[in-house]
């Protein structure tokens, strides 16, 4: 890949026309902060949205599904902009301190009920992912959804 | 297929540095308390499996991972300094805006941090980061509604329109120039210099596959920045360069 005596000059071109903004870096820097080494991870493996495809309208109601080893997280997400609402379950149903991680906005947290239920609101649009603290102090972390 | 680290790369992770705690997308969260890898570095000159921090910058991506995944911020931050500039440029190539683009850099991280524990093959990471980066770009994109067929940006199988293309030796048109507009100042073009007076001649897919090209480290991530198979990517590469000479001659 380095044989090109045009590659340093192609990159340092490139560097000039379009940089990566040092924000950029720096958020990338900071990702490291969202590790949770011990939680399990929730792929996302469901996504539908109530509207005809193609018609993410600001109306429409986004279904998200989630699957960790054992454990399975159903979200409703609402409302548009600045204002979404999530309201999910938790199964098997149990009781959870529920984390929102969003980069861009202050975390908020809530409670799942003995059914599993849970609603977060007020939550702006971006990059989320939830976090659950079970009773039996294990823990499952929602993959990276952009809202 | 190596995995090549780059001097040149290197010397740009440690410019414009910012400190913890005054960083963009600062997490606000307690930060998991246990000792950084380079500082145990330090600690433990004895300890073999994790040498002094100082060499970060000359390790493989794969180790970079390992010692990031043992909290060690220094490698992680040298592991996004190398990659940073390819997973911009494929979100770039999927014709999103800044922030777009922002969003999918910092997602692809995300998502390997999710994920980093699970990393069974750290050496395959450079790969994976270029498959996701674009996955998310191309998602992101149809979101926008960038997928026009008339607009292949992403590398589409569908063949490009010729009308987008440039006649040879006919002038930058606006549609394939990387960058536009007032601040294109002509102190700035003296800087680019002729290499990037000659890139923005160039059709769009052609300044795609040279960009990666120069920010890919092996031949597998290229291919999987620009969504085409390894074995075609010889005769593109030949078919730009010669295009980019051709420029640079007349």
Redesign the interface.
């Known amino acids: ?2 044989e ?1 005596p ?13 940089p ?18 011990n939680a399990d ?1 929730a792929e996302l493996t469901g996504e539908k949205d109530r509207e005809l495809v193609g018609a ?1 309208s600001t109306s429409g109601i986004r279904l998200l599904t989630f699957h960790a080893p054992g454990h399975t997280v159903e979200v409703e997400v609402s409302g548009a902009g600045q204002d979404l609402a999530l309201i999910g379950r938790l199964a098997p149903a149990t009781v959870a301190e529920v984390r929102l ?1 969003h ?2 906005a ?2 908020q947290s809530t409670r799942a009920d003995e059914t599993g239920r849970f609603a977060l609101t007020s939550v702006p649009e971006g ?1 989320v ?1 939830l976090v659950f603290d079970l009773p039996d102090a294990s823990c499952v ?1 929602t ?2 959804i ?1 809202l | 297929m190596t995995l090549n680290d780059r001097p040149a790369l290197s010397g740009r992770v440690g410019r414009g540095r910012v400190l913890p705690g005054v960083m963009t997308g600062e997490p606000q969260k307690e930060v998991i308390p246990r000792p950084r890898a380079d500082e145990a570095g330090h600690a433990t000159p004895g300890d073999v499996r994790l040498p002094p921090v100082s060499d970060a910058a000359e390790a493989e991506s794969g180790e970079l991972v390992v010692r990031a995944r043992l909290g060690d911020r220094a490698a992680w931050g040298f592991l996004v300094g190398r990659h940073a500039p390819l997973l911009w440029a494929i979100a770039r190539s999927c014709g999103l805006d800044d922030a777009d683009c922002g969003d999918v850099v910092q997602t692809t991280w995300l998502r390997l941090v999710e994920r980093i524990d699970a990393v069974r093959d750290p050496q395959a990471v450079p790969h994976w980061l270029a498959v996701t980066a674009r996955r998310e770009a191309v998602s992101l994109a149809r979101r926008r509604g960038r997928e026009a067929p008339a607009d292949p940006l992403c590398f589409t199988d569908v063949p490009r329109p010729r009308s987008r293309r440039p006649a040879i030796g006919n002038g930058s048109s606006g549609v394939h120039e990387l960058v536009s507009g007032p601040e294109d100042t002509a102190l700035a073009r003296e800087q680019i210099g002729r290499v990037g007076d000659a890139i923005r001649t160039l059709p769009r897919r052609c300044q795609d596959l040279l960009r990666m090209l120069a920010l890919a480290h092996s031949y597998s991530e290229l291919a999987a920045a620009l969504d085409i198979p390894v074995g075609s990517i010889g005769s593109a590469r030949t078919r730009c360069l010669a295009h980019l000479r051709r420029r640079l001659a007349t």
Do not use: I
């Open positions: 890949m380095k090109e045009f590659l340093d000059e192609l990159r340092a071109a490139f560097e000039h026309l379009d990566v903004p040092e924000e950029v870096l720096a958020a990338g820097r900071s990702a490291l902060s969202w590790h949770e080494p991870l993410r991680r980069p861009n202050s975390g990059l992912s972390v993959s990276w952009r």
